[in-house]
């Protein structure tokens, strides 16, 4: 199956700093990427939709200048968490999906992201 | 939007016994229901899925169902093994403005007892 990485698997950051983590598809081209988050023992909690060349699209609730999405190639979209509070501490996975609609997602391994 | 609703949230059962899970769906517009494992701090891994066209889908010990018109579908698995042990989410698929997304239910802890 297809392959998607993810970095930093874990991650502990400051208060007010901000956190970036990348999403990449390794063996496949995904014109469409998704940001989940996922809180413990808890769902899957889509963030946003991020299309290759065009401005990501968010979940009602989810605000976009806090949660930095780019989708700059085929193979890569990158979440940048601005301003870190403790209450961002959760799990974030993102997930990539073939070209088509009603296609299989393919999920990274997740970022645990811990702000002190 | 999808509401997906997920039953039971934990469920035990004895080695080698069947295990069922069920889920409902909103949007009468969807048309993907796949079906994904997650062990504690991995990613979720698709286990099986089921395309609005069928009814049903096997895979070894794994089934899943599709009833349409009540809007649900649910996951059987057989001859249960201790490493089915994990979390189950079902998820419908969607398209909203022209997005197609997954709305995940909210799971169920599956327990084997060996």
């Known amino acids: 199956g297809a392959v998607v990485s993810q970095h930093p698997s874990r991650v502990i950051c400051k208060s007010g700093t901000s956190v970036k983590i990348e999403c990449r598809s390794l063996?496949?081209?995904?014109?469409?990427m998704f940001w989940y988050r996922q809180f413990p023992k808890k769902s899957l909690m889509l963030m946003a939709t991020?299309?290759?060349?065009?401005?990501?699209?968010?979940e009602q609730g989810v605000e976009k200048d806090k949660f930095l999405i780019n989708h700059a190639s085929l193979t890569l979209s990158t979440l940048t968490v601005t301003s870190a509070h403790p209450e961002d501490s959760s799990f974030y996975i993102c997930?990539?999906?073939?070209?088509?609609?009603?296609?299989?997602?393919?999920f990274g391994p997740g970022t645990r992201l811990t702000v002190l | 939007g999808e509401n997906v609703e997920q039953h039971p949230s934990t469920l035990s059962v004895q080695e080698g016994d069947s295990a069922v899970i069920k889920c409902t769906y909103s949007?009468?517009?969807?048309?993907?229901f796949p079906w994904y494992k997650q062990e504690l701090g991995k990613r979720p891994q698709l286990i099986i899925d089921?395309?609005?066209?069928?009814g049903e889908k096997k895979d070894q010990r794994i089934a899943v169902t599709l009833n349409k018109t009540a809007k649900h579908f649910s996951l059987h698995i057989t001859e249960t093994q201790p490493e089915d042990s994990a979390v189950y989410f079902c998820?419908?698929?969607?398209?909203?403005?022209?997005?197609?997304?997954?709305?995940f239910g909210t799971g169920t802890r599956l327990t084997i007892i060996p």
């Open positions: 991020s299309n290759e060349g065009s401005k990501a699209t968010y």
């Open positions: 997930s990539a999906r073939l070209a088509g609609w009603y296609n299989e997602q393919f």
């Open positions: 063996d496949f081209q995904a014109t469409t």
């Open positions: 089921i395309r609005s066209n069928v």
């Open positions: 998820a419908a698929s969607s398209r909203d403005f022209g997005n197609e997304k997954l709305t």
């Open positions: 949007d009468s517009a969807s048309n993907y």
